[in-house]
C-alpha cells in the first residue's frame, strides 16, 4: 500500500517538471525590452480588473438591457473572482518564484496559487461578452494576461493553468447566473415585412 502522502508528492513532481519545461520556454525572451515591456502593460491592464471596467463602460454606454447587463457580468465576475482566489489561496499557500522580472508592476504580495490575474481575467472574459467573437477576443487577451504573469516571473506557470482552468469554469457557471438578474437583454430577430419570407427578407438585408 503506497504510503499517504505518495499521490501529493507524485503530483508535486508532475507540476515542478511542468513548470520549469514551461518556463525554459519563456526564458530566451526575458530581458528584451520590447517584449519586457508589453508583457507589462498587459498585466497592468488587467490590474484590479481595470481593462474589464473600461469594456464594460463601453458595452453600456446607451440605457437598457446592455447597460444592465455588463453591470451585473462585471460585479458578478469581479466578486466571484476575488471570494475564490483568496480562498484558493489561504489554502494552497505556496511561494511565488523567487525572483520576479524587473519591470514596472505591481509587486505581488500573496500567495502564488492560483495566479488572480489570470483566474479574474478568464471569468470575466466567458461571462462579459455578448457574442461569440466578443468572447473570442476577451479570451485571447485573458491569455495574454496569462503569458504576462509567466513571462514576469509573477507566478510559477502552473498557477496560470489553474487560474484560467477555475477562471473558465467560474465564469461558465456565472453566465446564466447573470441571465437571470439581468433579463431581456438577448436581441430579438426583426420580423419580414408582409409578402416577403424569411429567405426574401435576408437576401433583401445582404
Known amino acids: 500500500m503506497p504510503p499517504k502522502g505518495g499521490a501529493v508528492t507524485r503530483l508535486d513532481e508532475?507540476?515542478?517538471?511542468?513548470?520549469?519545461?514551461?518556463?525554459?520556454?519563456?526564458?530566451?525572451?526575458?530581458g528584451r525590452p520590447q517584449v519586457d515591456r508589453a508583457a507589462a502593460l498587459v498585466s497592468n491592464l488587467a490590474d484590479y480588473g481595470?481593462?474589464?471596467?473600461?469594456?464594460?463602460?463601453?458595452?453600456?454606454?446607451?440605457?437598457?438591457?446592455?447597460?444592465?447587463?455588463a453591470v451585473v457580468a462585471l460585479g458578478t465576475a469581479?466578486?466571484?473572482?476575488?471570494?475564490?482566489?483568496?480562498?484558493?489561496?489561504?489554502?494552497v499557500e505556496r511561494q511565488r518564484p523567487e525572483e520576479q522580472l524587473e519591470v514596472r508592476v505591481r509587486t505581488p504580495t500573496?500567495?502564488?496559487f492560483p495566479?488572480?490575474?489570470t483566474l479574474a481575467a478568464f471569468a470575466t472574459a466567458v461571462v462579459l461578452p455578448?457574442?461569440?467573437?466578443?468572447?473570442?477576443?476577451?479570451?485571447?487577451?485573458a491569455g495574454a494576461v496569462a503569458a504576462s504573469r509567466v513571462h514576469l516571473r509573477a507566478h510559477h506557470p502552473s498557477d496560470v493553468l489553474g487560474g484560467a482552468a477555475i477562471g473558465a469554469t467560474l465564469g461558465l457557471l456565472l453566465r446564466p447566473v447573470v441571465t437571470v438578474l439581468a433579463p431581456g437583454?438577448?436581441?430579438?430577430?426583426?420580423?419580414?415585412p408582409k409578402g416577403m419570407g424569411p429567405q426574401g427578407y435576408v437576401l433583401k438585408r445582404l
Open 14 to 30: 508532475s507540476m515542478a517538471r511542468l513548470d520549469k519545461t514551461v518556463d525554459a520556454a519563456f526564458e530566451p525572451w526575458r
Open 50 to 69: 481595470f481593462v474589464w471596467v473600461v469594456l464594460a463602460v463601453v458595452k453600456g454606454r446607451r440605457r437598457g438591457p446592455g447597460r444592465r447587463r
Open 78 to 91: 469581479g466578486f466571484s473572482s476575488l471570494a475564490v482566489v483568496r480562498a484558493a489561496k489561504s489554502v
Open 110 to 112: 500573496s500567495n502564488s
Open 115 to 117: 495566479s488572480g490575474h
Open 130 to 141: 455578448d457574442t461569440a467573437a466578443e468572447m473570442a477576443a476577451y479570451v485571447g487577451f
Open 185 to 192: 437583454t438577448r436581441r430579438r430577430p426583426r420580423r419580414a
